[in-house]
């Protein structure tokens, strides 16, 4: 059965190859986008971002391999399937090994084709799991990939909503422990008198109501990873018992005797600043050396604007398809208010804002003020539609240089870096579109 609201993306410069493929997945009930150049298909990749590509190897301007590689950075884990003539194999399998999933020789039995598509989209991850798509992220991705098999201790820091819970999954996922559970826990969300006993266990009779034995998140994440969320709001007796638990990589439930051992990898994450809670004598300072071994940071949602339509989209294709919803994406005007907004709240709050929308969205088209209401900046109000094609670029530049100032706060410097473009041509773009800086 087909991904509903899947988007697959076809390059195929052949005009009945790519009619009969595009005619053939619409019938099965899929979304397409065809692209028959090189070129066409890298403006279309970066603007649609499929679930799936299926791409001819030999295309009339560049190959499809260059496609795949300048398109790699920005649609990161998107499978590509190649189409490939007898003589090109082994070019294809070197691209499999570069991160594309699968190829199909020509001539190919369209069945053939059909009958892998739903287990190469599943093979794309959720938006839940998607790191991002901006150099900081690429950094950061490459940074876990080295660490994902290293048993050190792993210590996420980052503000609230980055997505530290998404990074500790992720180098779960390509560890050599991803079959084995994923066990996370809020230590923020978990009582004093019980957060020895939720991550230790306890024995049958070691307090009142204890009418059974209890396995603690410890024992329950077995082989897996133990991602302790918060780790600096534990109590200082839970502190030493994890301290214990780090060196020895043993535990004993709450009142039992038998010293357990535990074969989890633990990480970590907090968005407080350890180094003051220890020298404010709320954190333990050789608990904090013992899980402070290989520090990472994960950036918030503003320093990496790169990142926010990729993830809103993403997010919006996730929504529509869990609330059934014919929800075909987001305005111009929907994703200049999105790179302008500040993100207070990270990637929570722009998947949550998503959500709402998409359950709300009385149109197939989410705009600016299903997002954000009355919080919509004046300026990106519905301009007229431009009526030539120069006036719709002069319409587009001035929404994009507004944005970049709104999300630079007004500072021309930041907003010139961010556009690519020296603080004088800013000057003078502004000047000519009578742009004006509201801060």
């Given amino acids: 059965m087909p ?93 499999t090994k570069a991160g594309a999933v699968d190829y199909i020789a020509k001539p ?38 080295r660490v994902a098999d290293v048993e050190s201790s792993l210590l996420f820091t980052g503000e609230s909503g980055a997505g530290k819970e998404v990074a500790a999954r992720f180098v779960h996922r390509i560890s050599g422990r991803a079959a084995a559970p994923f066990m996370a826990v809020n230590c923020a969300a978990i009582p004093n008198d019980l957060s020895e006993s939720e991550l230790f266990g306890h024995e049958k009779g070691a307090f009142t109501g204890a009418h059974a034995r209890h396995h603690g998140y410890v024992e329950r994440a077995r082989d897996g990873f133990l991602f302790l969320d918060e780790v600096s709001e534990l109590a200082t007796p839970v502190q030493a018992k994890l301290l214990r638990l780090v060196e020895e990589r043993a535990f004993t439930r709450v009142g039992g005797e038998a010293s357990i051992k535990a074969s989890a990898r633990l990480i970590y994450a907090t968005n ?57 994406g987001l305005t111009g005007p929907a994703e200049l208010a999105l790179v302008a907004h500040r993100w207070p709240g990270n990637v929570r709050e722009l998947r949550n804002r998503v959500q709402r929308a998409v359950a709300l969205a009385h149109a197939p088209w989410i705009g600016p003020e299903t997002l954000f209401s009355s919080e919509v900046p004046g300026w990106l109000a519905l301009e007229p ?16 240089i507004r944005a970049a100032l709104e999300r630079a706060g007004g500072r021309i410097d930041d907003a010139a870096t961010s556009l690519g473009i020296s603080r004088s041509t800013l000057f003078d773009k502004m000047k000519k579109l009578d742009i004006r800086s509201e801060h």
């Fill in 385 to 400: 539609l431009a009526a030539t094609l120069a006036e719709a670029r002069t319409l587009m530049e001035r929404q994009h």
């Fill in 108 to 145: 190919y039995a369209l069945p053939d084709l059909l009958d892998r598509i739903p287990r190469l989209i599943a093979q794309r991850p959720s938006a839940e799991g998607v790191l991002g798509t901006s150099e900081a992220m690429r950094r950061l991705e490459r940074l876990l990939r």
């Fill in 272 to 328: 407080a600043d350890l180094e003051r809670a220890v020298a404010d004598g709320r954190f333990r300072r050789d608990l904090y050396y013992r899980i402070n071994v290989i520090p990472i940071a994960v950036p918030a949602l503003r320093d990496r604007p790169d990142d926010i339509l990729p993830l809103a989209h993403a997010f919006v294709r996730e929504f529509a398809e869990t609330f059934e919803r014919e929800i075909h």
């Fill in 3 to 95: 991904h509903k609201e899947a988007l697959i993306g076809v390059v195929e410069d052949d005009a009945v190859m790519g009619g009969t493929l595009v005619h053939r997945l619409d019938l099965e009930g899929y979304t397409t986008a065809w692209w028959r150049t090189g070129r066409e298909a890298l403006t279309g990749l970066r603007r649609a971002r499929p679930d799936l590509v299926v791409c001819d190897i030999r295309l009339p301007d560049m190959s499809g391999e260059d496609v795949f590689l300048k398109v790699l950075p920005i649609l990161g884990e998107t499978p590509f399937l190649f189409v490939t003539a007898f003589g090109q194999i082994e070019q294809a399998v070197r691209l």
